[in-house]
Every structure is written in structure tokens, then in C-alpha cells.
């Protein structure tokens, strides 16, 4: 009886609870300053942004915004720095490649997928494994080598050097593959049966039943591309050709405070796209990371 | 006999076209990865034996690097490697135990308030170098400005502001906080999503068979039952800490960072790579970068991967 009792006393954790009960109180009491911590920067700076001349030298310094302008993020546009190139120029070159990187990924990624998921191969285990090891790759590490790649395949100057070091990326391939994984191989059967090829395969049943993995994806690539400098910094002489993540950093480089506002709108700019897109697909994302384990 | 051997043979020629037809679709996503991937890091491993200016021809020079680096270097032996080994403990490790607890709270409690944490938690992961360069120059500013130095100046604690990002004296501590903070990123949603799935039965079991606390929930159900989440959400945090290895430079404005107390195995090779032009010997460092991260995931892998693969 005692024994009993004494089971009792604990419960158990109660994983997704479907109504809150006082037992949450603790978690609470630590995650919600915790998040206000972590938000309060980006808050911060989302509201320097949008501060007047006259706010921005304020003293004693305030995070919120008294009288929100636009005026910083229409001085950036007009800026256009010692190289005469505006900035929207700028904007134009990022989203061409973010996009054309984004589509080439996707292709690439589920093609791969495929073929190590479904297909049988000898080197299959081995190839997934090299893969599966550059998770851990770190590409600060190999500028080096990766300017004397891009100089010898003669991509140098050229928009191909913004796209093809970011195309392939081994998260993107790792989640996909292990999505994949889920879709029974008798649904697969059954479209060759119908005389399906691996393309229609790929077209029909993949990519549909995959598009939480392959939205992940998108996510992830367009975090790395968006925000990429490496390209523009090392790959690229041309100023006509770097992009905006580029031209905003080597404008934060001068900090002086009257540029202040300028920094923070272009800090806004490159981080409300993320913010958006990973919004939208943020179930999808959940949805992916539930199959993200390595075993 | 005869049946059976044409009827491999016929298996094994179907065999040879489906393989040529799966290499042709991994084709793609093969040369891209070989390209970017593989080939700099073995170009990186052979550099490293050379000395190479960019201008002139590689010239093999054996050792020479890897002795000069162990015993001339003395920034990078009293410098760059303690600081990487402490950032990177701190900001690995750290994050990742920082992450997992984070994410064994979200779990318990309801969705909706879960999901607005957890973006607001992830959302630092995502802003991006140029964003984060903004938040915490203006944050540790220099002067009565800087948010946290006017705190200080409030509350009488200082008398003239503290040059948080011009000295030594706090800047591997902020490098610290404000990687940790931006460390929240797919590995913690992988654990959040790793807990959320693990079988409720397993818990209710445990309960009958006499489990008595969370701590005892923790070690016998929960890590077990998500470990390869846990190894994912390592390694990416082990990737996460090297790869923030920018934000001195971007912190301070130069490279070196003032009196190398922000120098990561990043900057060091940026330093001679990009700076000096000493490409040979910027490899040499790199390939110790790459065996550093490496170390780092053998032991996640000891501790989360599962030996049957």
C-alpha cells in the first residue's frame, strides 16, 4: 500500500499537454524571460530602424520607437556609396541568386534523395556516409581551396560563383533523404508497374509526398544564400555583380553613429525575409526535423 | 543450367543500367559536392605541405608548417588554440546542454505558447552575420550610448564607460554570450521535435516499473529514446560553434582582434590566408580546424550514435 502511495507521488512528465495545469508554472517562469531575452536585440534593432535623426542620438538610449520614419531605409536606398552603384542593384543581384540557387538546390537535393533512399547501389552506404560526415563541414575552413576551385574552373567574375559553392548542401540532402525514407517502396513499385520512369517517379511521388523536407530545405538554403558574403567578398571583383549582404556588411564596417539608423534598417532588411519565410513554413520545418535523427 | 545463367546474366544487365540510371540522377548533386566540398578539403590537406603566396607556384616544403606552427607560432599556440578549445567547449557543448534543456521544457508545456517560444528562442539562429554585427556593436558600444554601458553609468557602477569591444578584458565573454545566443537554431528544433515524438507509453511505463524523478525520466527515457536527434542537434551545434568563428572580427572591426582575446582558429587563418597571402601555411592551420571539428564529432558520435549502423 505504502509503495503504492509512494508511485504515485510522481507521475510522470506530461509530453504535449493538451491544458495547462500548474506544473507548467516552472517552465514558464524560466522560458518566458528566457525568450524575452532573446528577442529583445532583434526588437531592439528593428526599432532602431525606424527611429528618427533625433532618436537615434537620444540620451539616455531607448528601445522603443517614439515616432517610427521610414527615412533611414530611404536614405539606404539613395545611398550608393563610393562605387555609384544603388543600391537596389544590389537587391536585384540577391534575389537572382538566391532564387536560382534555391531551384538548382531543390533539383539537385531531390534527385539525390532519391537515389539514396530508394535506389540500391554498391557505394550507396559509403557515398551517404562521406555525406552524412560533411554535416560537419565547415566552410571558413576551406576558403582557401574553394577560391582556387572557383579560380581553376574558370568561375571567377562570374554569377555561377554565387551559385554553385551553395547548391549542394548536405543538411538539405541529409533531411530530404531521411524523409524520403518514410514513403513505402510498394507506392514506388506501383508507379513503375504503370510504366513510370524515374522521373515521373520523382515527379509524382516524391516531390509530393516530401515537400515538408524539400520546404526545409528551401529554408535552410535561402538562410545561407540570402546572407552569404563569401562569394561577393572573395569570388567576385566586380562591384556590378556583389550582392546585398555584401554591400550592407562592408557598409556596417564603418561605424560611425550617424549611421546608426542606416546599419539597423539594413540589418532589418536582410533579416525580415528569413523571418517570413521561415514563418510560413515553419510546421513544414517542425514536421522535417521529426525524421532529422542520425542514427 | 544454361536457363539460369542467361537469367543472370540478363538480371545483372538490368542491374548495370539501373545503377549507370541512379548515378546519372546523383550525378548533379555529386560534382557540386566533390567540387566545393571534398576537393578543397583535400587541396587544403596538400597546401599544407607547401609554401604558397597565391603569385608563384607551390613548392613542397614537407613539415615545415605544421613545425613552424607548433613551435614559431606563439600567437597560435598561447592564443588561437586555448581560445578556440574554450569558445568552442563553451559554445559546443554548452549550447547543445543549453539547447536540449530548452527543449525538454518546451515540450511540456501547450502548443501555442510553445511555438511563439520556441520562434523567439530560434529567431537569433536566423538573423544573419550583418544583423547580429548591429545588434551587439550598438549593445557593447564603447561609449555612454552603448546600452549595457549606460546601464552601468545608471546604476553607478562605472564612472566612464567601458570600451567592451575596443580591449581585451571582456571580449571573449561577449563572443561567448552572443554565440550562444544565436546557437538556438535547427538542432534545437530537431530536439524539440525529437521529445515531442518519443511513445508515451514509455514514460507511463517507467512510472509502473518505479521511476521516481525527472532527472531518472531524463537519463533512462528521454535521451535514449531521442538519441538520434541528440546526435543531430551535436553535431550541428559543434558546426554552428566553428562556423561563428567571424564574430570578433566582425565585433572588434579587425582582424586581429584586439590583443588576439578574441583569435579563433577561423581568424588565424583568415589572418595569413587573406591578410598575408601566406596560402600554405593559412592550409596547414585549416587542416587543423578540420581535425579539431572532427574530434569534436567523434566524441558526439560516441556518445549519441547507435552501433548497429
Keep these: 500500500?505504502?509503495?503504492?502511495?509512494?508511485?504515485?507521488?510522481?507521475?510522470?512528465?506530461?509530453?504535449?499537454?493538451?491544458?495547462?495545469?500548474?506544473?507548467?508554472?516552472?517552465?514558464?517562469?524560466?522560458?518566458?524571460?528566457?525568450?524575452?531575452?532573446?528577442?529583445?536585440?532583434?526588437?531592439?534593432?528593428?526599432?532602431?530602424?525606424?527611429?528618427?535623426?533625433?532618436?537615434?542620438?537620444?540620451?539616455?538610449?531607448?528601445?522603443?520607437?517614439?515616432?517610427p520614419t521610414l527615412k533611414n531605409f530611404k536614405d539606404l536606398f539613395e545611398l550608393s556609396g563610393t562605387t555609384g552603384i544603388p543600391m537596389s542593384r544590389y537587391l536585384l543581384n540577391s534575389v537572382l541568386v538566391t532564387l536560382i540557387t534555391i531551384v538548382l538546390n531543390l533539383f539537385i537535393t531531390v534527385l539525390a534523395a532519391y537515389v539514396f533512399s530508394k535506389k540500391k547501389f554498391r557505394s550507396?552506404?559509403?557515398?551517404?556516409?562521406?555525406?552524412?560526415?560533411?554535416?560537419?563541414?565547415?566552410?571558413?575552413?576551406?576558403?582557401?581551396?574553394?577560391?582556387?576551385?572557383?579560380?581553376?574552373?574558370?568561375?571567377l567574375d562570374t554569377w555561377w560563383a554565387h551559385v554553385l559553392p551553395l547548391a549542394a548542401m548536405p543538411v538539405g540532402l541529409f533531411l530530404v533523404k531521411q524523409f524520403t525514407d518514410q514513403i513505402p517502396d510498394a507506392l514506388i513499385e506501383a508507379a513503375v508497374i504503370d510504366g513510370a520512369n524515374d522521373i515521373t517517379v520523382i515527379r509524382k511521388v516524391i516531390v509530393p509526398l516530401t515537400k515538408p523536407a524539400l520546404a526545409t530545405s528551401i529554408v535552410l538554403t535561402f538562410q545561407q544564400v540570402w546572407g552569404a558574403v563569401e562569394a561577393s567578398n572573395n569570388f567576385i571583383t566586380d562591384d556590378s555583380m556583389r550582392t546585398l549582404a555584401f554591400y550592407l556588411s562592408s557598409l556596417s564596417t564603418n561605424n560611425t553613429v550617424a549611421a546608426a539608423g542606416l546599419?539597423?534598417?539594413?540589418?532589418?532588411?536582410?533579416?525580415?525575409?528569413?523571418?517570413?519565410?521561415?514563418?510560413?513554413?515553419?510546421?513544414?520545418?517542425?514536421?522535417?526535423?521529426?525524421?532529422s535523427g542520425i542514427k | 543450367m544454361i536457363a539460369?545463367?542467361?537469367?543472370?546474366?540478363?538480371?545483372?544487365?538490368?542491374?548495370?543500367?539501373?545503377?549507370?540510371?541512379?548515378?546519372?540522377?546523383?550525378?548533379?548533386?555529386?560534382?557540386?559536392?566533390?567540387?566545393?566540398?571534398?576537393?578543397?578539403v583535400v587541396i587544403a590537406i596538400a597546401l599544407g605541405f607547401t609554401y604558397f603566396d597565391v603569385i608563384n607556384k607551390p613548392s613542397f616544403t614537407g613539415l615545415m608548417n605544421y613545425i613552424y606552427l607548433f613551435t614559431q607560432d606563439t600567437v597560435f599556440m598561447k592564443k588561437v588554440l586555448p581560445n578556440t578549445f574554450?569558445?568552442?567547449?563553451?559554445?559546443?557543448?554548452?549550447?547543445?546542454?543549453?539547447?536540449?534543456?530548452?527543449?525538454?521544457?518546451?515540450?511540456?508545456?501547450?502548443?501555442?505558447?510553445?511555438?511563439?517560444?520556441?520562434?523567439?528562442?530560434?529567431?537569433?539562429?536566423?538573423?544573419?552575420?550583418?544583423?547580429?554585427?548591429?545588434?551587439?556593436?550598438?549593445?557593447?558600444?564603447?561609449?555612454?550610448?552603448?546600452?549595457?554601458?549606460?546601464i552601468l553609468l545608471e546604476l553607478n557602477l562605472i564612472d566612464?564607460?567601458?570600451?567592451?569591444?575596443?580591449t581585451k578584458d571582456y571580449f571573449m565573454q561577449i563572443m561567448i554570450i552572443i554565440s550562444l545566443w544565436s546557437a538556438m537554431g535547427i538542432g534545437f528544433l530537431a530536439m524539440i521535435s525529437g521529445i515531442l515524438n518519443i511513445n508515451e507509453e514509455l514514460y507511463e511505463a517507467a512510472y509502473v516499473d518505479g521511476m521516481r524523478n525527472r532527472f531518472q525520466e531524463i537519463i533512462y527515457i528521454t535521451i535514449p529514446s531521442m538519441k538520434p536527434q541528440m546526435l543531430f542537434g551535436a553535431v550541428m551545434a559543434i558546426v554552428n560553434a566553428f562556423n561563428m568563428g567571424w564574430i570578433g572580427v566582425t565585433l572588434s572591426g579587425a582582424?586581429?582582434?584586439?590583443?588576439?582575446?578574441?583569435?579563433?582558429?577561423?581568424?588565424?587563418?583568415?589572418?595569413?590566408?587573406f591578410i598575408r597571402y601566406e596560402m600554405g601555411y593559412a592550409a596547414a592551420i585549416s587542416l587543423m580546424l578540420l581535425i579539431v571539428v572532427y574530434l569534436f564529432n567523434k566524441v558526439a558520435h560516441k556518445f549519441f550514435g547507435s552501433k548497429d549502423e
Aim: proline share 7%; charged share 15%.
Design chain 1, 263 to 291: 546599419q539597423a534598417a539594413a540589418g532589418v532588411i536582410l533579416f525580415v525575409p528569413n523571418l517570413i519565410i521561415f514563418i510560413v513554413m515553419q510546421s513544414q520545418v517542425m514536421n522535417t526535423m521529426s525524421h
Design chain 2, 86 to 150: 574554450l569558445y568552442a567547449l563553451i559554445v559546443g557543448p554548452g549550447g547543445y546542454a543549453i539547447s536540449f534543456l530548452l527543449a525538454w521544457m518546451l515540450a511540456q508545456i501547450q502548443s501555442i505558447p510553445r511555438t511563439i517560444i520556441s520562434l523567439a528562442i530560434y529567431t537569433p539562429s536566423m538573423v544573419g552575420q550583418v544583423f547580429i554585427g548591429v545588434v551587439w556593436k550598438t549593445i557593447f558600444s564603447g561609449d555612454q550610448r552603448g546600452i549595457i554601458n549606460n
Design chain 2, 255 to 273: 582582424n586581429p582582434t584586439p590583443e588576439y582575446a578574441g583569435q579563433l582558429i577561423t581568424n588565424h587563418i583568415d589572418d595569413y590566408g
Design chain 2, 4 to 40: 539460369a545463367n542467361t537469367k543472370r546474366i540478363k538480371k545483372s544487365a538490368a542491374d548495370v543500367r539501373e545503377g549507370r540510371r541512379s548515378m546519372l540522377l546523383l550525378f548533379p548533386y555529386a560534382i557540386l559536392f566533390s567540387l566545393f566540398i571534398l576537393v578543397p
Design chain 2, 160 to 166: 566612464t564607460p567601458i570600451q567592451f569591444l575596443l
Design chain 1, 1 to 67: 500500500m505504502k509503495k503504492r502511495h509512494k508511485k504515485s507521488k510522481y507521475m510522470g512528465a506530461k509530453i504535449n499537454p493538451k491544458y495547462f495545469s500548474a506544473s507548467q508554472i516552472k517552465f514558464y517562469l524560466i522560458l518566458i524571460p528566457l525568450a524575452v531575452f532573446m528577442i529583445i536585440p532583434v526588437i531592439y534593432v528593428i526599432n532602431q530602424a525606424f527611429k528618427p535623426l533625433g532618436e537615434l542620438f537620444a540620451f539616455p538610449p531607448t528601445i522603443f520607437v517614439k515616432s
Design chain 1, 124 to 155: 550507396k552506404k559509403v557515398l551517404f556516409e562521406i555525406n552524412q560526415l560533411a554535416l560537419m563541414f565547415v566552410p571558413t575552413a576551406v576558403a582557401v581551396p574553394r577560391y582556387l576551385v572557383i579560380v581553376k574552373a574558370g568561375l
